[in-house]
């Protein structure tokens, strides 16, 4: 194998070579403008190749030239900077925690252009090898094409799981793996065949999580890590768009509660502390220990005239798993109120180090707040917050989900744009020093962003590929039959 990787280099020399080498450079001392911006990333060893274009003018040929710090020289000469698979990722094999410096030329008007190297760091973290999300176009009122998709990070494949094309006036929504392990998944089913798809193992139901005693069937999921449990929100929800200029819409809640649903008995459980008239309480998410369930809780307020003093906190309730049963008082953990701000989406770390966490000016939907930043609260130390400015930017950063190992994250952000979210990665290390994120690859990126009418959302890592058949799926979809839950007496 290594044989012919050298193979392959050397003859992707010869042939560029041949075709248009660079010749009397004129050396610039800025870095090129590339897109997407991948100058300083930190990657993992297994990622798909970091296609990237020219964005600094109109040019006649690429020529760029990969260096690996241990092992290893990719040299691409062509119109477009386009990686080959199989000799990426052996440069990558062998430069693990090493450095890969890329020279990039750039030929325009017939004449070369140096440009200042720049380098991209190896890193041996593993990361989990599926990232599954939403793909929807961002308008509001109506459902139009969408869908949960696979992506499979060592290369470009990316597999449609479910779109709502499947059942016509379908929405697909909030899907939620056990860990990143697939096998424990919820997923929503809105319209007029609504239902909760649960797999628990290999056993597959639709549920109808709606009882006479909840405000609404089962939102926002959280698995418990031994994948007994899994908590949800109930909501009574309620959109309001904006009048004034840069805000477009608000999602209300106007009252919501934390349950703890038990899939082997159907029971719903829960503690009256979580279901409190003078407080919204939502975005449910279990310790790594499952000890512990942390939630956002808001003193209810006029709505929607006081939309804006909307303040939620980051809490906690001790929750018992042998028996299904919660602790006796709920913790404030952040107190966003004395911020004068709101959390939203808490994801604590699979290590059990960190809860990670979106913070912006009020309300829960953060997703079309400009000024929505991530967070990082340390358990080990302290219980320490601070902004992650190693990855926020001017523009909206929200959603997000650890990777199995707690080295990796993935995030949305409309950075980009200003109105699509696109998917960024990151890496942090044992002592809590992030990088500098990465788009999510694309063979050809910037016709592919430039060109799709989707945002990304609702990202998650998968250990393994996402086995769902369609055919069964659709049958339960239709069919209508539905498993119903009880409040546990």
Not at 233 to 249: D, G, K, L, Y
Request: glycine share 4%; proline share 6%; net charge positive.
């Amino acid at each position: 194998m290594k044989r012919n990787f050298l193979y392959s280099l050397i003859f992707a020399v010869v042939i560029t070579s041949c075709s248009d080498r660079v010749k009397s450079p004129e050396l610039i001392g800025s870095l090129p403008k590339i897109y997407p911006d991948y100058t300083g990333v930190t990657i993992p060893a297994s990622i798909a190749p970091l296609n990237f274009d020219f964005v600094g003018g109109e040019c006649d040929r690429i020529d760029v030239t990969i260096t690996g710090s241990r092992k290893g020289i990719l040299h691409i000469n062509a119109s477009k900077v386009l990686l080959p698979e199989e000799e990426w990722s052996h440069l990558l094999t062998e430069n693990k925690d090493g450095n890969l410096t890329f020279v990039v030329c750039v030929k325009q008007q017939g004449k070369w252009k140096k440009y200042r190297p720049f380098s991209i760091y190896v890193c041996s973290y593993p990361v989990d090898r599926y990232l599954v999300y939403r793909k929807i176009a961002p308008g509001y009122e109506v459902y139009s094409k969408m869908g949960i998709y696979q992506r499979d990070l060592h290369s470009f494949k990316e597999k449609a799981l479910l779109e709502n094309t499947l059942v016509p006036g379908m929405c697909v929504n909030c899907h939620s793996f056990n860990k990143t392990n697939p096998d424990y998944l919820s997923l929503h089913i809105r319209g007029s065949h609504g239902a909760t798809l649960m797999r628990t193992d290999k056993h597959m139901e639709f549920l109808n999580t709606k009882t006479d005693s909840t405000l609404s069937a089962c939102v926002y999921p959280y698995w418990h890590p031994t994948g007994k449990y899994i908590a949800y929100s109930v909501n009574n929800t309620r959109q309001a768009f904006h009048v004034v200029r840069n805000e477009r819409i608000e999602v209300l809640d106007l009252a919501s509660d934390v349950i703890v649903y038990h899939p082997q008995t159907h029971e719903i459980l829960r503690s009256p502390l979580l279901q409190r008239k003078e407080a919204y309480e939502t975005f449910p998410v279990f310790s790594s220990d499952g000890r512990k369930l942390y939630f956002c809780s808001s003193p209810a307020k006029d709505l929607p005239h006081d939309y804006k003093q909307v303040k939620y906190s980051l809490c906690s309730i001790d929750f018992d798993p042998v028996n299904g049963t919660f602790g006796e008082r709920v913790d404030t953990i952040v107190n966003a109120v004395k911020m004068d701000k709101s959390i939203s989406f808490p994801r604590p770390s699979y290590d059990g180090r960190y809860i990670m966490f979106t913070l912006s000016d009020y309300g829960n939907f953060s997703i079309w707040h400009k000024e929505a930043d991530l967070w990082l609260l340390d358990l080990k130390n302290g219980n320490v917050i601070r902004p992650l400015s190693e990855v926020n930017s001017d523009n909206t950063e929200s959603f997000h989900n650890w990777s199995s190992e707690s080295h990796w994250f993935v995030f949305s952000s409309r950075r980009d744009d200003g109105l699509y979210t696109r998917l960024y990665l990151a890496c942090i290390d044992n002592k809590g020093k992030i990088s500098k994120p990465f788009m999510l690859p694309q063979e050809n990126p910037e016709e592919y962003y430039t060109n799709s009418v989707y945002s990304y959302n609702t990202p998650d890592f998968a250990s393994k590929p996402v086995l769902m058949d369609i055919s069964k799926v659709r049958e339960g979809i239709i069919s209508d039959k539905r498993q119903h839950v009880q409040i546990r007496k």
